[in-house]
Each structure stands twice: as structure tokens, then as C-alpha cells.
């Protein structure tokens, strides 16, 4: 073949792989424009959720505690009492304190009142009012244990861990059937990562097995799995995630279904069974469907899976743009 006859040859192939190598800039010039605008609304999205969380709590600070409309005159503290208790299952926390209050007035040696108003601030964030009032009605109760157990559970609401392991250590001596003592302090310490919190979560479950004692273990159990991965004690790592699988499933009819989805799907992606933690956090998403923590995880799936699958790999890519959306840090860096 002559070099004329080579030259119409060569210049249609030059036409067409400098072609490809535009159209392959443009695509990847326009891909890198799609990121760089989902990243942008992402950060958008985290900012307006934090202007209108900051508005929320502006809102309620605003609000005094106690502060509301006046209600009818009653005559005696137990009437008032008994209004302050539909009141607080109505949820008018504030009228409900003024009630208590007035009771407290007419008859400040009963403990119950105190509780009641404590409860009352409970409901509303206010630990420090409700641990004042739990602190005065042991004080005209001294071995009721469960003043010990409510105060307990406030503190750690609070996060003061210790004076919280304080209480529920007393409620227990007063009475060592009281499983929300056990379940209490092993939260605590299960939060600061000391002591016996296993053997107390097992005797919580052992006097009454509710979904959220079973729920606490699940977690144990999982932080325990990982520690024993983190050691390559693989067969020891993989016991710990299915009794922690086997807590979750038990405690779903009473818990945060959300909630109770995710862990199980983080125990199966340690696991590396992918399919059935895409399940779970398929799940999660149904129960709660702007996490993005689950959109986050799902991807974390997908993506193991992907080497060899562009489905895949486009399933993680959206589920990590998604959760980019919903305020998900990890996932901007998957983008």
C-alpha cells in the first residue's frame, strides 16, 4: 500500500483516538463537576441543620421551666398531685411542675411529690432540678431504692458516670433484684469502658430480659468482636459478633428498629457477609430513611463487593452520595 493510500488510514484513526481521549475529558471534567456539587450541598445541608438546631435550643432556653398559664385553684396537695400526673402523661411538663409544686407546698414531707416534679424535669432535659428533688426524696426515704435507681438514671442521662455507679450501686444494696440498677451501671461503665460491665448487663437480662438490656449486650458483644479482630483472633471475634447478632434480633420488638438494623449490619459487615448487611441496613433505611450513617454503611458494602461488578460499584457510589447529603462525613471521602 502506498503512503498516499496509508494517509487517509492513518488520519481517520488519529480522528477517532483523539476523539475518545476528548470525550473521555469531558466525561471526566463533568464527573468532577457532579462531585464538586454534591459536596457543595452536602455542606450546605450540614449547615442549615446546624442553624436549625442552634434555633431549636434558642427556642426552648427561651422558654423558663415551670412557666405557664395559671390552672383553677385546688384544695388539697393531693388533688394537686393527682392533676400534676395527668398533666405530665399529657405532656404539659411545665403545668405539671407547678401542680407538684403546689403539692409540695401544702405537704413537703412526701416523697412521692418530690419524685413527680423530678420526673417532670426529667422529661424536659432539666437533670439538675430533677437530681435536687430525686436527692429530697431520699432524703425522707433513705432505703427506698428506687429513688436510688431514678436518681441513678439521671446522672447518667447527665454523664456524671460516677455519682450515677454511686446510686445504683446503693439501689442494689437496698434490693439485688433490681435489674434497672444492674442495666444502669453497666451503661456506665460499659460508656467508660471499666469494670464488670458484663457480668452486670447478665444479671439485668437474667431478673428481666428486656429488649434494651439485650440491646446493651449486643453492643458489648460487638465491641468485644472487634477487639478480638484487632488481635486476629478470628474464630473468638466471629462468637462475639453472632451472640451480639443473636441480642439484636431479640431485643427488635421493643427498640428503635432503626437502630437495632444498623448494629446487626455492622456485625454482619465484620463478618464480610456483605449480602445479608445489606439486608439489615436496607432495613435501617426503611425504618429511618434520612440516616446517613446507614446510607454510609450500605455503600461500605457495595464498595467490598465491587471489584469485579460496575453494578456494584454504582450502588456504592450512591448510596455514598446520599448519605454526602444527609451531613455523612466519611462518605464526602468515598466521593
Partial sequence: MTTEAL??????????????????FLSRRKYEAEIEKLKAEAEQVKTETEKNRLEIEKRVKAV??????????????????????????????????DDFS???QLDPRNAAYYVARGQSYFDMGAWSECAEDETKAIELEPKNARFYALRGNTYRMAKIYNLAIADFSKGIELDPQRDDCYYGRAHCLYEEWKGDFERD???????????EYLFLRGKINFEHGRVENRYLKWQK???K?????DDFSHSLASMDTNLVYWWMGRCYYELNQYE???ANFSNAIFAQSDD????????????AQSQFSLKNKWNARKDFQKAAQLGNGQAQNEL
Fill in 7 to 24: 494517509l487517509p488510514l492513518v488520519t481517520s484513526i488519529l480522528g477517532i483516538v483523539i476523539g475518545a481521549l476528548l470525550n473521555h
Fill in 64 to 97: 423558663p421551666v415551670g412557666q405557664t398559664e395559671p390552672l383553677p385553684e385546688l384544695g388539697t396537695a393531693e388533688e394537686y398531685y393527682a392533676r400534676g400526673k395527668r398533666l405530665s402523661i399529657m405532656g404539659n411538663h411545665g403545668q405539671a411542675i
Fill in 102 to 104: 403546689r403539692a409540695i
Fill in 201 to 211: 448487663i447478665d444479671k439485668a437480662i437474667e431478673i428481666s430480659p428486656r429488649g
Fill in 237 to 239: 471475634a466471629e462468637e
Fill in 241 to 245: 459478633f453472632r451472640e451480639a447478632i
Fill in 276 to 278: 445479608q448487611a445489606i
Fill in 292 to 303: 446517613g450513617s446507614s446510607y454510609y454503611w450500605r455503600g461500605m458494602c457495595y464498595k
